[in-house]
Structure formats: structure tokens, C-alpha cells
């Protein structure tokens, strides 16, 4: 079965993570919830950016060492994070400008504007997002060479978490997804109806 990245990814983001993280940021944690949750879809829409370059996810994924502490902290079968310590503040931020070269640093500052946190918070978070997701792609490692169709399959969502200012810095439209977004309203009610006008 095809997952749902963001779904899958969310679930490692539970209450108990959420307070380990905050003993770090003093932050309210609906905003460093919804920061980790548009961290992630800024991840994945990053690497969709760099899809065409050949063994780009290969090569972002081999940045992680097998002895990397988050990698060892994380229990993909439960969908856990066993400990959080700040050891993502180093192994993330070379994945995190792998991924987005020079808007690193700008990529981050629009997380804080626009989400509402702290800009230590914010690029702090991205990095764990980042080591999250390359994290999870290490471990289904047979999703690396699908992923490129992956992610173009689950654009639409993705870039629909993701708010407007960090949508147009990764080069994609804010009206092209909302557009989608409300044809799919529009799709879903008619078809609940019986009618499928669309």
C-alpha cells in the first residue's frame, strides 16, 4: 500500500515529543505542533524540488549515519520518538542545507513569520523535520525510488499544509493550490450526493 507521508510522519509527533521539545523552546504547543507539521511539508516539498537531480535521495539519505542518534532514537514500528535531546541541532542542519542550499536560513525565518515562533525555535524544528523524514526515508529505503511520483501524487495536500510566503519561496503557486483544493471540496460534496458533475 502507497503511504501517506505526512501522515505516517505526523504520527511520530505525539504529546510526549511535543513537551520533551518545549523543556528546549518555551513555546505554546499548538504553534510548535503546526511548526513541526509545516516543517515536514517543507521537507518533502524540498525534495521534490530536487527530484530531477540524479540520486539526489540517495545521496540525502546517505548523509545519515547508521550511528546517528536520532536514527537510533526512533522506533519506526510503533511510530515513536524514544528520547528527544538536542542531537538533531547538529546531524540535521547539514541535511537541511543539503536539501535547500542557500534558503536555508531565509526557508527557516519564514517558518518563525509565519507560524508564529521564535526564530531559534523555528530553525531548530526544521532541523528535526529534516532528520524526520530522512529518518524514515533510511528506513523504507524501497521508497526512494518511487518517491519522485510519490510526492508528485501528494503535492496538492502537502503544499496545502504549507502556509502562503513558504509556498512561493519553494517556487510553487498559492493560487494554483487552492484552486485545487476548492475543486476537491466542490468534487467531494456533489459526489456524496450521488452526482459527479466534475
Given amino acids: 500500500m502507497t503511504p501517506n507521508l505526512q501522515i505516517e510522519l505526523r504520527r511520530f509527533i505525539s504529546s510526549n515529543v511535543v513537551s520533551k521539545l518545549n523543556k528546549f523552546y518555551f513555546e505554546n504547543d499548538a504553534l510548535l505542533i503546526k511548526g513541526i507539521d509545516v516543517s515536514i511539508g517543507t521537507v518533502l516539498m524540498g525534495l521534490y524540488n530536487r527530484a530531477e537531480e540524479l ?8 548523509l545519515l549515519e ?17 528520547s528527544v535531546d538536542d542531537c538533531y541541532r547538529i546531524e540535521g542542519s547539514s541535511i537541511v542545507k543539503e536539501i535547500f542550499t542557500s534558503k536555508k536560513g531565509r526557508i527557516s525565518e519564514m517558518i518563525s513569520n509565519e507560524v508564529g515562533i521564535k526564530s ?7 532541523n528535526f523535520s529534516a532528520l524526520l523524514v530522512v529518518s524514515y526515508l533510511k528506513n523504507n529505503s524501497q521508497l526512494l525510488e518511487s518517491l519522485k511520483l510519490l510526492l ?3 503535492k496538492r495536500d502537502i503544499l496545502n499544509s504549507i502556509p502562503p ?7 510553487f503557486s498559492c493560487y494554483e493550490t487552492v484552486e485545487e483544493k476548492n475543486q476537491s471540496i466542490g468534487r ?5 450526493f450521488g452526482h459527479n458533475f466534475f
Fill in 55 to 62: 540520486d539526489f535521495y540517495k545521496d540525502i539519505v546517505s
Fill in 66 to 82: 547508521d550511528d546517528s542518534t536520532f536514527y537510533k532514537e526512533v522506533d519506526f514500528t510503533s511510530g515513536r520518538i524514544l
Fill in 120 to 126: 531559534e525555535t523555528a530553525r531548530e524544528i526544521l
Fill in 152 to 154: 508528485e501524487d501528494q
Fill in 165 to 171: 510566503g513558504i509556498k512561493i519561496m519553494l517556487g
Fill in 188 to 192: 467531494s460534496i456533489f459526489t456524496l
